[in-house]
């Protein structure tokens, strides 16, 4: 059968009717002594809607099947399309006529894979809406009831009719964020190797030598193992390098910190414990400050070893953070432990911040007390920031916010307290020299008289 000018996305439905008439009509038992007819007029256009019906209710052209005893049947339905404005133009030609309508219904349509089908509430049983499957579940089937949901290593594609197996990827050193973040801490590495030749060249100048030279050694070693060990959360991670990554972090930051508490204390017992007949004298020629560090660093430890012992850090995997991709990351294990850790960073870095608080209107010729207290505000800030953006985020950003945490007060510690050295070593070498601070002292201590 040809039907001049009929759209070819409709023609399966002619089809359909075709063969449904055909199959009743090939059956005694359907409808006795009765044959059914049809009559196909194309209306997919505004002239033709007139058009077509015009020529089927005259009675010209017509075409019906099974036609015998020379009599013409009476039409007893109109079937239209499925477009709205189609029907409620022809269902006002076919009032006129008293013919009955059959409107095309949604129930006869197919829910494409990706799709779910949904009873419409009060209708028929084969009256449905066709609804997208949820976010990771697939149809892979016309007129699905049920999504299949993909396992957690896949993910749908974007017609959501398959599953694909996801990638795995975790902060490499190959990534853009992963190169930014290596560059960085070899960068703040080397300067402060750099800084610790200066100071070792220029170790017999009085800034050197001012608040023990021996404190600013460690304290510069201390922060170049600290911007290196962030390397460890960089690359592909394993049972090693998660145990490593809590431990050194903890270690070599309560070492650097501990050093700065060192040093407020020196400048405090320096400036406001040594008058004569005082007891207290004898801490800071016996160097007692410098005890602070390993007694700090022992603590630390002792908490590491209880966190390593009872729940460490293990491989984990974050399915859910990234579509299309499965991210290998460091489960730290306990959490109460890791923030036990930091908790204790953080009192440190409170009393180093509270002793250079004490001393900072001391006399300010070498004395860094300012730079401490500033250096400790900078490093208390960037892990006080650093705790809800770390609980906000996941995948690889969460292993880069803590690399950059780490970056960050590191740097805080470097630059507030040795670039104001440098810049007299380097820019002013006039101010280093201890001539000038015995006179500028003597100075003030007359001026009251």
């Not at 190169?179 to 050197?208: N, Q, Y």
């Not at 060192?262 to 400036?271: E, H, P, Q, Y």
């Not at 960050?408 to 006039?430: E, H, Q, T, V």
């Amino acid at each position: 059968m040809e039907i001049p000018g009929l759209a070819s996305r409709n023609y399966q439905y002619v089809l359909a009717l075709v063969f449904a008439i055909e199959e009743i009509n090939k059956n005694p038992h359907l409808l006795p002594n009765l044959s059914l007819g049809f009559d196909l007029q194309n209306v997919f256009n505004d002239h033709q809607v007139l058009e077509g019906p015009l020529t089927w209710l005259t009675g010209l052209k017509r075409t019906l099947p099974n036609y015998t005893c020379r009599r013409q049947s009476e039409s007893v339905a109109v079937l239209t399309g499925a477009a709205a404005s189609i029907p409620s133009k022809l269902g006002t030609l076919s009032d006129l006529y008293r013919f009955p309508q059959t409107p095309y219904s949604m129930c006869t349509a197919s829910c494409h894979p990706g799709f779910r089908k949904t009873p419409q509430e009060g209708k028929a049983a084969c009256c449905f809406d066709c609804i997208p499957c949820p976010e990771n579940e697939v149809t892979n089937e016309t007129n699905m009831e049920q999504c299949v949901r993909c396992p957690d290593h896949q993910y749908t594609n974007r017609q959501q009719t398959r599953c694909l197996q996801k990638a795995v990827t975790f902060l490499a050193y190959d990534d853009p964020l992963g190169k930014a973040l290596v560059s960085g801490a070899l960068s703040l590495s080397a300067l402060s190797a750099g800084v610790l030749g200066l100071f070792v060249r220029h170790r017999d100048t009085p800034i050197v030598k001012a608040n023990n030279r021996g404190l600013s050694y460690t304290l510069l070693v201390s922060l170049a193992f600290c911007f290196l060990s962030s390397l460890l959360f960089i690359g592909r991670p394993n049972t090693a390098t998660c145990i490593l990554q809590q431990t050194t972090f903890g270690v070599v930051f309560t070492v650097a910190v501990s050093t700065v508490l060192a040093k407020t204390v020196t400048v405090l017992l320096a400036f406001k414990m040594t008058a004569p007949g005082r007891r207290i004298r004898w801490l800071l020629v016996s160097g007692a400050p410098n005890f602070i560090i390993p007694g700090c660093t022992v603590i630390q430890l002792t908490l590491c070893g209880i966190w390593m012992g009872t729940n460490p850090p293990f491989i984990d995997t974050d399915a859910h953070s990234e579509h299309g991709h499965i991210i290998i990351v460091c489960n730290k294990g306990s959490l109460t432990a890791f923030y036990c850790v930091l908790g204790y960073l953080g009192s440190l870095a409170l009393g180093s911040f509270t002793v250079a608080f004490l001393a900072r209107n001391l006399p300010d010729t070498f004395n860094e007390a300012k730079y401490l207290t500033f250096s400790m505000l900078v490093f208390c800030s960037v892990w006080v920031t650093f705790l809800p953006v770390y609980h906000s985020t996941q995948g690889k950003v969460m292993v880069a916010i803590e690399v950059f945490s780490i970056l960050a007060s590191g740097a805080g510690l470097l630059g507030c307290i040795f670039a104001p050295k440098c810049y007299i070593i380097l820019l002013n070498p006039n101010r280093n020299y201890l001539h000038g601070f015995r006179n500028k002292t003597h100075f003030k201590r007359k001026m009251p008289s």
